[in-house]
């Protein structure tokens, strides 16, 4: 290991900008959107006629062709010579294909002893990025974070190009920058704020909004965009955003973090049907604390503790101090948590199994580094433990797969009664048009895109998004905001346990109708909520007096029993129960193949149970959705 002393700058031989790319819709942002933000003044051209530079494209040949022969192209090539490297792999799951390229560029810096930058294809940089990494890189730092905040790709690549674009080069400021990822944040994005909407939390990346200039943030995961390796050859196991800098890096007095976006901006473009659900509550320290147990390590536990500011102007200073006061205190609750001794959670199994399993992974990381040479590599013995704790590890993933297709097996099945009245009563309501707008209030998750499919040959899934923005919802087309009276056709489906903003979904709906439109609204109390406490909810009453005036109902009807809607419960119980119990996983790992032929027995059982209490019941008491068919009202009548 190789680690520079106090006040000595190690400086790279030169500068290896990876890039994995492929498919034809990346590959065109890549090309349209992100090279001519990299081709700005303060970005690539920087690099100009330095020897030592490399810029490698990971991708498949077809993607290349189509890279070579853009305008951009030889625009880099001047500025950086530019090589690919070819994917003969079957992709099968994108992060591993990233992290397998970024591996091979990893090694080919580490043998010039340059600095890698690892870029994506769908993250776009202000202007002068590049200039700011390469003056921090030449004072000393080994290791440089960014965050990067999550926006609509298509919306944010079309407001780049028709503002900000001047021949083939993309020129933003960082405060530009900013205010355009403001307008079209992600779905995700509204995941990190503490204090803002209804949804769940993704604790990895914390905000809390300052009026309308930017927000503060509090990061566990920020992106290492520039790494110049301090030990060569090092083991890591997940992505370079999780584990590879621990051990490439350990000297973290190297580390520099971006607080401040006026020195560097980064946003990332994401299609708006990208979302997952990490099951912690709003403004909830303790799922917040849950969640770093296991997907924070030490090096992600001191980027936390930076204060970041991410804005278009600070014109008031009082409100920015007020916000870092806000996000310090919620981060302290959060480390004082963190910092439990270990017999203080013997109480708890289920924080206890989340350090045990991170303890797991930094004794695996230290052991497999420990003693390895840069030529040598690991001793054959360690080699043949890692392959066993691989062999566990991947025994132990199968398994659990295998128990949660059989669990959602019998959920499906036992669920078949209330999906069959839905679709009866879907095929007798549904509008008919070629253009069907389907939009949820509810991130991630459409419940009708598979009757839709069957029901309509012309239905497209994830051409429509809806994005809530504070209070104002917008309802996009492929990314653009849909004109007034543009649809003669919407169908909005509401999660009931998401009561706030109702009403401006619905204006919405109302607003992009064409004067013959129809509106049809599919109520339902299917989401598992993860918010702990009473919840409120809304029912098709609350709807149907929203509507009035301006909507007259045509139609409603209710769907589900009160055998939907047990399942419903146990179904939203027992994902409870596995996934904030860590203990109950691992009981299912250790027993799960065993009782495999009870759990089908006892899901045979509930699946009779539940239709034929679907059956029985005619009263709709129990309905657990509802379907309310509405037009424009005829003021002349």
């Given at each position: 290991m190789s680690v520079c002393g106090a006040g000595e700058a190690r400086r790279p031989s030169g500068y290896f900008f990876l890039t994995p790319v492929w498919g034809l819709s990346y590959t065109k942002l890549y090309i349209d959107t992100v090279i001519p933000s990299q081709l700005a003044d303060g970005n690539l051209p920087v690099f100009r006629g330095q020897p030592g530079n490399r810029y490698i494209i990971y991708t498949r040949r077809e993607d290349a062709e189509l890279i070579r022969s853009s305008a951009v192209f030889e625009q880099i090539n001047a500025c950086v010579p530019v090589t690919f490297e070819f994917i003969t792999d079957k992709i099968s799951v994108v992060h591993d294909m990233m992290t397998d390229c970024f591996r091979r560029g990893i090694k080919a810096a580490e043998q010039a002893d340059a600095a890698v930058l690892f870029l994506t294809p769908d993250i776009v940089l202000s202007d002068g990025s590049f200039a700011t990494l390469k003056r921090l890189s030449v004072a000393g730092h080994d290791v440089i974070y960014i965050p990067a905040i999550r926006t609509m790709k298509t919306a944010v690549a079309a407001r780049l190009e028709q503002s900000f674009k001047h021949g083939d080069t993309i020129r933003i400021r960082p405060a530009q920058l900013m205010q355009v990822a403001l307008d079209n944040l992600h779905p995700l994005g509204d995941s990190s704020w503490w204090e803002e909407g209804e949804g769940s939390l993704i604790p990895a990346n914390i905000y809390w909004r300052v009026g309308d200039e930017g927000l503060v943030g509090r990061c566990f995961h920020l992106h290492p965009i520039l790494v110049h390796s301090q030990r060569k050859n090092a083991t890591f196991f997940g992505t370079v955003d999780d584990d590879f800098v621990s051990v490439a890096c350990p000297d973290s007095s190297k580390d520099y973090v971006v607080t401040d976006s006026d020195e560097l901006l980064a946003v990332e473009l994401s299609d708006p049907g990208r979302f997952f659900d990490m099951r912690a509550a709003k403004g909830s320290v303790s799922d917040a604390a849950r969640w770093a147990e296991q997907f924070a390590n030490a090096r992600h536990r001191s980027l936390f503790k930076a204060t970041i500011r991410m804005h278009t102007g600070t014109s008031d200073p009082a409100?920015?101090?007020?916000?870092?006061?806000?996000?310090?205190?919620?981060?302290?609750?959060?480390?004082?948590?963190?910092?439990?001794?270990?017999?203080?959670?013997?109480?708890?199994?289920?924080?206890?199994?989340?350090?045990?399993?991170?303890?797991?992974?930094?004794?695996?990381?230290?052991?497999?580094?420990?003693?390895?040479?840069?030529?040598?590599?690991?001793?054959?013995?360690?080699?043949?433990?890692?392959?066993?704790?691989?062999?566990?590890?991947?025994?132990?993933?199968?398994?659990?797969?295998?128990?949660?297709?059989?669990?959602?097996?019998?959920?499906?099945?036992?669920?078949?009664?209330?999906?069959?009245?839905?679709?009866?009563?879907?095929?007798?309501?549904?509008?008919?048009?070629?253009?069907?707008?389907?939009?949820?209030?509810?991130?991630?998750?459409?419940?009708?895109?598979?009757?839709?499919?069957?029901?309509?040959?012309?239905?497209?899934?994830?051409?429509?998004?809806?994005?809530?923005?504070?209070?104002?919802v917008s309802f996009l087309e492929r990314g653009e905001p849909i004109a007034d009276g543009m649809k003669d056709a919407v169908i909005l489906e509401l999660d009931a346990h998401r009561t706030k903003e109702v009403a401006a979904y619905l204006r919405e709906s109302q607003r992009i109708l064409s004067p013959q439109g129809r509106?049809?609204?599919?109520?339902?109390?299917?989401?598992?909520?993860?918010?702990?406490?009473?919840?409120?909810?809304?029912?098709?009453?609350?709807?149907?007096?929203?509507?009035?005036?301006?909507?007259?109902?045509?139609?409603?009807?209710?769907?589900?029993?009160?055998?939907?809607?047990?399942?419903?419960?146990?179904?939203?119980?027992?994902?409870?129960?596995?996934?904030?119990?860590?203990?109950?996983?691992?009981?299912?790992?250790?027993?799960?193949?065993?009782?495999?032929p009870l759990i089908a027995i006892v899901g045979g059982i509930v699946i009779a149970a539940t239709t034929l209490l679907d059956v029985l019941d005619q009263s709709d008491r129990s309905c657990i959705s509802s379907l309310i068919l509405a037009e424009k009202a005829d003021r002349n009548k």
């Amino acid at each position: 290991m190789s680690v520079c002393g106090a006040g000595e700058a190690r400086r790279p031989s030169g500068y290896f900008f990876l890039t994995p790319v492929w498919g034809l819709s990346y590959t065109k942002l890549y090309i349209d959107t992100v090279i001519p933000s990299q081709l700005a003044d303060g970005n690539l051209p920087v690099f100009r006629g330095q020897p030592g530079n490399r810029y490698i494209i990971y991708t498949r040949r077809e993607d290349a062709e189509l890279i070579r022969s853009s305008a951009v192209f030889e625009q880099i090539n001047a500025c950086v010579p530019v090589t690919f490297e070819f994917i003969t792999d079957k992709i099968s799951v994108v992060h591993d294909m990233m992290t397998d390229c970024f591996r091979r560029g990893i090694k080919a810096a580490e043998q010039a002893d340059a600095a890698v930058l690892f870029l994506t294809p769908d993250i776009v940089l202000s202007d002068g990025s590049f200039a700011t990494l390469k003056r921090l890189s030449v004072a000393g730092h080994d290791v440089i974070y960014i965050p990067a905040i999550r926006t609509m790709k298509t919306a944010v690549a079309a407001r780049l190009e028709q503002s900000f674009k001047h021949g083939d080069t993309i020129r933003i400021r960082p405060a530009q920058l900013m205010q355009v990822a403001l307008d079209n944040l992600h779905p995700l994005g509204d995941s990190s704020w503490w204090e803002e909407g209804e949804g769940s939390l993704i604790p990895a990346n914390i905000y809390w909004r300052v009026g309308d200039e930017g927000l503060v943030g509090r990061c566990f995961h920020l992106h290492p965009i520039l790494v110049h390796s301090q030990r060569k050859n090092a083991t890591f196991f997940g992505t370079v955003d999780d584990d590879f800098v621990s051990v490439a890096c350990p000297d973290s007095s190297k580390d520099y973090v971006v607080t401040d976006s006026d020195e560097l901006l980064a946003v990332e473009l994401s299609d708006p049907g990208r979302f997952f659900d990490m099951r912690a509550a709003k403004g909830s320290v303790s799922d917040a604390a849950r969640w770093a147990e296991q997907f924070a390590n030490a090096r992600h536990r001191s980027l936390f503790k930076a204060t970041i500011r991410m804005h278009t102007g600070t014109s008031d200073p009082a409100k920015w101090a007020a916000a870092q006061e806000r996000a310090s205190a919620v981060a302290e609750q959060i480390e004082a948590r963190l910092n439990l001794p270990m017999w203080q959670l013997l109480s708890n199994a289920d924080l206890l199994m989340r350090r045990c399993i991170q303890h797991g992974k930094t004794s695996r990381l230290r052991f497999a580094n420990c003693g390895a040479t840069a030529d040598a590599g690991l001793p054959a013995w360690k080699n043949v433990v890692l392959a066993f704790i691989d062999r566990f590890a991947g025994l132990r993933t199968v398994t659990m797969k295998l128990i949660r297709q059989v669990l959602g097996r019998v959920e499906e099945w036992s669920g078949r009664s209330y999906q069959g009245r839905l679709y009866r009563d879907l095929a007798q309501v549904l509008p008919q048009s070629p253009d069907l707008v389907l939009v949820s209030n509810s991130p991630g998750r459409f419940y009708l895109a598979p009757l839709l499919t069957r029901l309509s040959s012309s239905f497209a899934n994830g051409r429509y998004a809806s994005v809530l923005r504070r209070t104002q919802v917008s309802f996009l087309e492929r990314g653009e905001p849909i004109a007034d009276g543009m649809k003669d056709a919407v169908i909005l489906e509401l999660d009931a346990h998401r009561t706030k903003e109702v009403a401006a979904y619905l204006r919405e709906s109302q607003r992009i109708l064409s004067p013959q439109g129809r509106l049809l609204v599919y109520l339902h109390t299917l989401a598992f909520a993860t918010t702990p406490g009473p919840r409120s909810s809304i029912g098709a009453p609350d709807i149907i007096a929203l509507l009035v005036p301006d909507l007259d109902v045509v139609v409603t009807s209710r769907q589900g029993g009160f055998g939907s809607f047990l399942q419903l419960k146990l179904g939203s119980w027992l994902r409870g129960v596995i996934n904030r119990r860590l203990a109950v996983r691992w009981l299912l790992f250790v027993l799960g193949l065993p009782l495999l032929p009870l759990i089908a027995i006892v899901g045979g059982i509930v699946i009779a149970a539940t239709t034929l209490l679907d059956v029985l019941d005619q009263s709709d008491r129990s309905c657990i959705s509802s379907l309310i068919l509405a037009e424009k009202a005829d003021r002349n009548k």
